[in-house]
């Protein structure tokens, strides 16, 4: 069974940073792309980015880049969201994903997803 759990999430100030981690288990495929998602409430959900097992990475919201970075770290099976200069319109449930086959921005081409992670901010 594949599970990821997300942790990280909290309340802080604006322009305060945030960590998050997913933790990948039960994964058995060669080829895997992990994606950041997010959703306010009475909003749709957007993605923010994704990373292949590799390190190459892309951004789906260009507002994000340059204040939030994606990384893997596949020895830890570990997806992470390092997020900086954080805003009170970054406040929404922050969500992992994961796909075998090639990267994508559109939630419904994930397999795999995480129960999701609280952020918070605050003005």
């Known amino acids: 069974e594949v599970t990821l759990v997300e942790s990280g999430g909290g309340s802080v100030l604006a322009g305060g940073s945030l960590s998050l981690s997913c933790l990948i288990s039960?994964?058995?495929?060669?080829?895997?792309?992990m994606a950041w998602f997010r959703q306010a409430p009475g909003k749709e959900r957007e993605a923010v980015a994704y990373?292949?097992?590799?390190?190459?990475?892309?951004y789906c919201t260009d507002s994000l880049k340059g204040r939030f970075t994606i990384s893997h770290d596949t020895a830890k099976n570990t997806t992470y969201l390092q997020m900086n200069s954080l805003k009170p319109e970054d406040t929404a449930m922050y969500y992992c994903?994961?796909?075998?086959?090639?990267?994508?921005?559109?939630?419904?081409?994930?397999?795999?997803w995480g129960r999701g992670t609280q952020v918070t901010v605050s003005s």
């Open positions: 994903a994961i796909r075998p086959y090639g990267g994508t921005c559109r939630a419904d081409g994930y397999y795999y």
């Open positions: 039960g994964y058995a495929y060669r080829s895997a792309y």
């Open positions: 990373v292949n097992i590799d390190g190459g990475s892309t």
